[in-house]
């Protein structure tokens, strides 16, 4: 008897823990995704700014320990009579293959395609700015960085262009803006003062962003407080910021006009990828478009129905539960996909789970630079601030990897560090 065919559609935290645990005895595995390797964001920034190496920042989909098939494609549509998924191969520099598409029966589907960059249609966004998404991302950020430090240093370089080089721009004061900004700042007052003493005092980090706080899912006592400490270290931040437009060299924010800028890091939220707008199923109708799904994750009809899609399923920030949104989190598809695995692998899928899924609340914590971070309260429980924050962010961080191997280098990598500096030059 062949075993079922689940086709998991997307390699990020969905879908890539999903083609981890599925039983492989019980089930014939295809993910279909336009990338190669799993990322962990949260992790992107470290590796940006010479933490450990980039490698340690993602996971590659096929794995010689992972017995599942993988196709490098985008999924254009689904015939959910037909059962089957329309793809196109995803590479970008060869176009005649990418319209060469093909179909890919399933008797279970998973939809996880996740989400990309929501520019909100800013001119100039998508061909100037930076993204902080994988890891081909955090290595961009890196060669810029020193490609401007550079720059700055050549001896026919005047003050004033020196500032417009060196100042990094950084749209989006939401928890990936914010750690982002704390580690190029960790990363000026360290290596960078020692690497380029010539020019690291015209390194400026500005953050923008269009609400009247930055970090606003805390609670305005720990917002205020990484606000101030950012302030501290003469990090610029300007809320209440709507950027009109962005070319090449400059932002053009209203009331305040032209300002100059050597890097545009872009981390203002999520916008649907097309598939999730195209698809034939019950959608969010406000802000982000989600896949809605049913509180067992299984994909709704239509607008007007409760009736769901055989054997489809759909979670990661594509998707939400209909009447019990959650948030577009690396820990909210992890438990969600960590729900579907333990119902596929305890019985047959063509029994549907009795128990609905539940989302147990984990507490949100951000890194604000100088070995300090700030946690949210649970419950009754008040939030705190400090040392022992950013050592509970740290040591989250090297739990999101699933790797015991790339767990033991990362604390290496930090205990190297400390000991001997970062060589992120060399890196």
């Given at each position: ?25 019980t ?31 993602e ?66 966004v ?17 060669k ?65 962003d ?39 060299h ?21 916008k ?8 034939s ?55 969600k ?33 100088s ?21 509970a ?35």
């Amino acid at each position: 008897m062949s075993r079922p065919q689940i086709v998991i559609v997307g390699s990020g935290w969905a879908g890539f823990y999903l083609a981890e645990y599925l039983s492989t005895t019980t089930y014939s595995i295809t993910i279909v995704s336009p990338r190669r390797t799993s990322a962990y964001t949260p992790l992107l920034a470290s590796a940006a700014c010479g933490l450990f190496n980039f490698y340690l920042a993602e996971e590659p989909v096929r794995s010689k320990h992972r017995q599942c098939r993988f196709i490098k494609a985008n999924v254009l549509n689904v015939d959910f009579d037909l059962k089957s998924v329309h793809c196109a191969p995803a590479f970008e520099d060869d176009e005649d293959i990418s319209n060469e598409t093909f179909d890919l029966r399933y008797d279970i589907l998973v939809l996880a395609p996740g989400c990309m960059p929501n520019t909100f249609n800013t001119p100039g966004v998508a061909e100037n700015a930076l993204f902080m998404k994988n890891v081909s991302d955090a290595m961009a950020v890196r060669k810029l960085l020193f490609d401007l430090l550079e720059k700055a240093s050549l001896p026919n370089c005047p003050v004033q262009r020196k500032r417009e080089l060196l100042h990094v721009a950084i749209v989006g004061g939401g928890p990936t803006g914010v750690e982002i900004t704390a580690e190029l700042d960790d990363l000026a007052h360290k290596e960078l003062k020692d690497l380029y003493p010539e020019v690291a005092e015209y390194l400026q980090i500005s953050i923008y962003d269009v609400a009247p706080y930055i970090l606003g899912a805390y609670d305005q006592k720990l917002h205020e407080y990484a606000n101030e400490a950012l302030l501290k270290r003469n990090i610029g931040i300007e809320t209440n910021s709507r950027i009109e437009k962005v070319d090449k060299h400059a932002l053009y924010i209203k009331d305040k006009g032209r300002v100059p800028y050597g890097m545009l890091l872009w981390v203002t939220g999520n916008k649907a990828v097309p598939l999730a707008t195209d698809l034939s199923v019950k959608k969010t109708e406000k802000g982000l478009i989600r896949i809605l799904t049913d509180s067992r994750l299984r994909v709704l009809k239509s607008k007007n129905s409760d009736e769901v899609y055989d054997n489809v399923f759909a979670l990661g920030d594509a998707a939400d539960i209909e009447g019990s949104s959650l948030p577009t989190t690396a820990e909210v598809a992890v438990q969600k996909a960590r729900y579907l695995v333990n119902f596929f692998n305890s019985q047959h899928a063509e029994q549907p789970s009795s128990v609905p899924f539940t989302y147990r609340e984990t507490q949100l914590v951000s890194y604000i630079g100088s070995r300090d971070g700030i946690i949210a309260g649970k419950g009754d429980k008040e939030g705190w601030t400090g040392r022992s924050a950013w050592l509970a962010w740290r040591s989250g961080s090297v739990m999101w990897t699933r790797s015991w191997r790339n767990r033991a280098m990362i604390i290496l990598t930090w205990i190297v560090n400390v000991l001997f500096g970062k060589e992120i030059a060399k890196l």
